[in-house]
Structures are given as C-alpha cells and as structure tokens.
C-alpha cells in the first residue's frame, strides 16, 4: 500500500484509530522507527497499542517535543498503552542491507514482538512485509496518536541507549548528538576514526574509515526507495 499523504495543517490526533476500530480492528497499533539518520549506532524502532479507554495528552511527534517532556511521555505510554514493543537494527546490518530496509526491519521486529499482537498497523511512511493489514501515513508521527507513541517510545529508548555508550566512548560526544552528524560528532571521527558501532556505509563515516565496502550511500538508496 503506497504512503498516504498529508494535507492542510497537520495536528497530530487518534483519528485514524477511530477510523480502523470502526472497520471492526480492535488492536491497531503505531509503529514508527528512530535513528535513520546517524552516524553511530542502530536504528530504533517502536510499535504501540494505546487503549481507546486510558487516552494520552500532548502525544506529538517525538522530534517536536523537549527531552523532559519526551521522558513524561513515554512513562506514561508504557503505563498506559495496551502494549508495547522495541526493536533495533545494529550498524552492521545497517551497512549490509541499507538503512532503508533496516527500518523496515526494525519496525516488523517491533510489531511482532507485541503481546497482546496488533490486528491492524499505522506505520510511518512506509508498508511492513507482514500479513497484517496496515496503512502507511506520510509525517504519520505528527498525525496520528498511535505512531507519536512509538516515535517517543523509541527516541527515548535510544536516547538512553546513546548515553550509555557515550561511557563507553567519551571522545564522540555522543550523549549530546545521540550518533547524529554535528560538527562535534564529525570532527571526533576525523580525528580518531570511527569506531566499530558507527556506519561506515554512511559518507560521513566511509571517508575516515579504513574498511572497503562497495556500497551506494545509504541515504540515496533510502531517498530511492520511498520516492
């Protein structure tokens, strides 16, 4: 099914919820992914399954909001929701399938995982091999409740994943940017090389690295893709 595009003012609402439960779907979860763009480290995805009957103020998408605001959210979709899953694609496979295909990846990882299971999924921007019916919503984040809950679910999931590797690699600064292309971020890896967790398909990364991977850059063949 082909992304469903937004038009006029967004505001993010649970009306594509309230559509599907009408068409009979009981469990219609969100699923949306984090991280596509970094340099460092997996991509991130969540699926959630918000209770029509225990509803969540101020859900939005997660880029939008402040990080406190952002942790309130989330202890509160965790809480609250039906259920609710994570999954990640490490920088790796990122590199071996593009990172176009590790979202998907990410994200069907995610749906899969939740208990009670989804009977339908809103999925951000793009369509899921499962044997589910589902919609894809472009900027679905910022349109529907269900995936505002998964981009907050899996920004702070990953959030907390960068700080606990900024430990482990103090230099990157990568509590700060969370893996994504600053100027700090770039000038730590030109200066001491990337390290095993960062994506060295990505140019940013591939040009400062000593491996050889013959690859396109990953982020024309995820613009190819969802053209």
Request: glycine residues 6%; proline residues 6%; contains cysteine.
């Amino acid at each position: 099914m082909r992304p469903e595009a937004a038009c006029g003012k967004i505001r993010c609402e649970a009306t594509m919820e309230r559509e599907v439960r009408a068409g009979g779907f009981r469990a219609v979860a969100g699923v949306d992914e984090v991280g596509r763009g970094a340099l460092f480290g997996p991509v991130v995805a969540a699926a959630v399954i918000l209770s029509p009957d225990r509803p969540i103020r101020g859900l939005n998408d997660s880029k939008l909001l402040d990080p406190a605001r952002r942790e309130t959210l989330a202890a509160r979709i965790r809480e609250r929701a039906v259920a609710w899953a994570v999954a990640a694609v490490d920088a790796a496979t990122i590199d071996a399938i593009n990172i176009y295909q590790a979202s998907r990846q990410a994200m069907r990882m995610a749906a899969g995982r939740l208990d009670p299971a989804a009977d339908f999924l809103l999925v951000d921007a793009m369509s899921l091999d499962m044997d589910l019916p589902q919609r894809a919503l472009i900027k679905g984040d910022a349109r529907c409740h269900a995936i505002a809950a998964a981009s907050i679910i899996a920004k702070v999931w990953r959030d907390e994943l960068m700080r606990v590797w900024d430990a482990v690699f103090p230099e990157y600064g990568l509590a700060a940017h969370k893996g994504y292309a600053t100027p700090l971020h770039l000038r730590a890896i030109g200066e001491l090389g990337p390290t095993p967790l960062h994506r060295l398909s990505f140019d940013p990364v591939r040009a400062h690295s000593r491996a050889l991977l013959h690859c396109q850059p990953q982020m024309d063949l995820f613009a190819a893709a969802v053209v």
